[in-house]
């Protein structure tokens, strides 16, 4: 059946892709990517559009898939995808959430998963907006420049590139992500001093006081 309704999106080009990458932000359970590469051999020179199509429309379908799993819960996953996509997101999400969807956004785990969950989680929607638009226009345009710039002979390297993309980017969202946490927590220290430092000031105002009063 999802075969058929693919194949029927095919039909229709670079729309049928924005309507298919929507959906797989939302619920669908077959990834964009697999039309994204079908539309983009038959017309390589137009691989960037297509990769711009599928972007936009990714981050349109990420609120609502964020509302579906704010409403109805990480149940609905169960429904359409495998429970060992949804488990393996689950514990990333526990793990890290950020990182989660970072990471999230160019494997092969679906990407409605980790918007729905952000809604499940309570996870704040526009950092899932934010990280979503880093993560997948990596995977949408990574894809669109193999097919622009080497035609036909990109779907051989297609998967070896998602897998280096992978490999390459966890170290670095990994380094941004312990920088970031540093900070914070620098951030942190410095507000906590300034909120103690009126009260060290109003103990060494009473202290005087009091040796005042003494004498």
């Not at 983009?40 to 799993?69: E, K, R």
């Given at each position: 059946?999802?075969?058929?309704?693919i194949d029927f999106l095919e039909d229709y080009g670079p729309w049928g892709l924005f309507v298919h990458s929507f959906l797989d932000a939302v619920i669908f359970p077959i990834p964009?990517?697999?039309?994204?590469?079908?539309?983009?051999?038959?017309?390589?020179?137009?691989?960037?559009?297509?990769?711009?199509?599928?972007?936009?429309?990714?981050?349109?379908?990420?609120?609502?898939?964020?509302?579906?799993?704010?409403?109805?819960?990480?149940?609905?996953?169960?429904?359409?995808?495998?429970?060992?996509?949804?488990?393996?997101a689950t514990d990333r999400f526990q793990k890290n959430g950020e990182a989660a969807i970072l990471i999230g956004s160019f494997t092969p785990i679906p990407f409605k998963v980790f918007?729905?969950?952000?809604?499940?989680?309570?996870?704040?929607?526009?950092?899932?907006?934010?990280?979503?638009?880093?993560?997948?226009?990596?995977?949408?345009?990574?894809?669109?420049?193999?097919?622009?710039?080497?035609?036909?002979?990109?779907?051989?390297?297609?998967?070896?590139?998602?897998?280096?993309?992978?490999?390459?980017?966890?170290?670095?969202?990994?380094?941004?992500?312990?920088?970031?946490?540093?900070?914070?927590?620098?951030?942190?220290?410095?507000?906590?001093?300034?909120?103690?430092?009126?009260?060290?000031?109003?103990?060494?105002?009473?202290?005087?006081?009091?040796?005042?009063?003494?004498?």
């Amino acid at each position: 059946m999802f075969q058929a309704i693919i194949d029927f999106l095919e039909d229709y080009g670079p729309w049928g892709l924005f309507v298919h990458s929507f959906l797989d932000a939302v619920i669908f359970p077959i990834p964009a990517f697999f039309l994204q590469v079908s539309l983009s051999l038959l017309n390589p020179s137009s691989a960037l559009w297509l990769a711009t199509f599928g972007y936009v429309a990714c981050l349109l379908g990420t609120p609502v898939g964020y509302l579906i799993g704010k409403l109805m819960g990480k149940s609905v996953l169960y429904r359409f995808l495998k429970k060992e996509w949804i488990d393996a997101a689950t514990d990333r999400f526990q793990k890290n959430g950020e990182a989660a969807i970072l990471i999230g956004s160019f494997t092969p785990i679906p990407f409605k998963v980790f918007t729905i969950l952000s809604g499940c989680l309570n996870f704040p929607l526009w950092r899932l907006i934010g990280y979503a638009a880093v993560g997948r226009a990596v995977k949408f345009y990574a894809v669109g420049a193999l097919f622009y710039f080497y035609g036909r002979a990109a779907e051989s390297m297609v998967k070896d590139v998602s897998l280096y993309i992978f490999l390459g980017g966890v170290p670095v969202i990994a380094l941004f992500l312990f920088v970031r946490g540093r900070i914070r927590k620098r951030k942190q220290a410095a507000a906590e001093s300034e909120q103690q430092q009126p009260a060290k000031v109003a103990q060494q105002q009473t202290g005087s006081a009091d040796l005042g009063s003494d004498a």
